[in-house]
Structures are given as C-alpha cells and as structure tokens.
C-alpha cells in the first residue's frame, strides 16, 4: 500500500510557510512523497476553509498524512500511520473541544477535533463524502469573545467535520496534543512534540528537548512555558 503525505491550500502561497514544512517532512520522512496542492478558493471568501473537506478525494495515497501548511513535523509519525490503518482515521481533539460553540450545529458535548493534522485512510470515506455535503450546507459560524466583545466567525471546517464524525458514529483513533501541538493555547506539555501548528518558528529548545527524547534512556518529562 503507498503512503504519503498531503497539503493543499489557495491564495498566495509566498506568504506560507511552505519551505518549511517540506523541510521538516524531507527531514524525518525523506521515504515519504508529499503532495502539495494549490486549489481555487473562493474569491477570499471564510468558507474556502470548507475546501479542505475534499482532502480524501486529493490524495494519491492508500494511507494519508494530510497535514496544514502551518505545521512543522518534529519527529517520525509512523504510530500516527499505523492506527489510521486500523482505525480509519487517526487525530487529536481541538484546543477548543467543544461543539458546542457552533451554535448553529451543536447544544451537547460534541466533541471538536482540529483539522491540521489527519492521518486517514479510504475505511473513513463515509466520513469524508458526510464532511463534503455538510460543509456546503451547514451553518458553521461561531461566536465568540475578545477585547471587544463579542464577534461572529463566520466559517469554519472543524464544525462541519465534527458534525460529519456525529452523523456517521465513527469512532476515530484519538492522538494525545504532542501529534498537533498548538503553542498559542497549549502552554504545557509532557515531551516530544510530534507535529507543531503555528505559524511561529519552533523555539530551539523544543528541537533540544526531541534530541534528547530521542535517546532511549530518556525520561519523559512535564514542561511549561
């Protein structure tokens, strides 16, 4: 079965962080292809965010890696492979678990997984085919608060994804935060870090802490900060 990598994205890809993410994939998959893909968004419309549930219909491969141009791979990712081939699907919860905040699609404890970094196969199609109709057809806004009180998003994937999993009762296979790991909002953690989401740099220590996470005497340790 072939493996492999996917991004796709739209707009002007000189202001992403393109480079950086083929460098880190070449760095610790160099046996991996990785397919990026330029698609047509809509005229900068938030709702070409939806764009990315097609992501199954892209892929070239039997067993995906999709991950967001925003993300730095940190170390090998062969675990995250290898239960999306038994399980379907393999991801890690939102920083923002709640459904709930799609006011317009959820009241309970549906949960919100974040959509940078999925490891899939062809066994979530139905997912996937769920994921396409409801992102064109569902209310995705969310509210929220900030220093000026409160405001409208007015799209956004996760939710329409998130009602996808509800729709078809698929169980996918949960990877802890090291596998998506967002700084802005996940301020501690037990080492390595598998896969950054941010558009910042990862500082040198993160690289120190995985060098030494990778010698098999190492003791996994809690970090803040």
């Known amino acids: ?7 796709i994205y739209w707009g002007d890809e000189s202001k992403l962080p393109i480079e950086r993410l083929k460098a880190s994939v070449k760095k610790f ?33 039997d067993e995906t890696l999709f991950l967001d141009l925003d993300t730095v791979v940190m170390g ?24 709930k905040r799609y006011p317009k699609i959820f009241t309970g404890d549906e949960v919100e997984y974040n959509t940078g970094v999925i490891f ?17 057809t569902i209310d995705s806004s ?4 900030n220093d000026q009180g409160i405001y409208t998003m007015p799209a956004n994937d996760q939710g329409s ?22 700084p802005m909002w996940h301020r501690s953690f037990f080492g ?3 896969v950054w989401h941010d558009y910042s740099d990862p500082p040198l220590f993160f690289e120190e802490l995985n060098t030494y996470y990778s010698n098999k005497d190492s003791i996994i340790q809690y970090h803040q900060g």
Do not use: Q, Y
């Open 1 to 7: 079965m072939s493996r492999g990598i996917l991004s």
């Open 29 to 61: 998959h160099p046996e991996l292809p990785h397919e990026i893909i330029k698609i047509e968004a809509l005229g900068g419309d938030p709702r070409s965010l939806n764009l990315k549930a097609g992501m199954l219909d892209l892929s070239p491969f």
């Open 120 to 136: 899939f196969t062809k066994k979530a199609k139905a997912v996937f085919d769920c994921w396409k109709e409801l992102a064109g």
């Open 192 to 194: 390595p870090i598998k």
């Open 142 to 145: 969310i509210l929220g608060v």
């Open 161 to 182: 994804f998130a009602s996808a999993i509800e729709h078809t009762g698929f169980n996918p296979f949960v990877l802890p935060l090291n596998w998506n790991f967002r």
């Open 76 to 99: 090998r990712l062969d675990f995250g492979f290898e239960k999306a081939r038994i399980f379907g699907m393999a991801i890690a919860i939102c920083e923002a678990p709640w459904g």
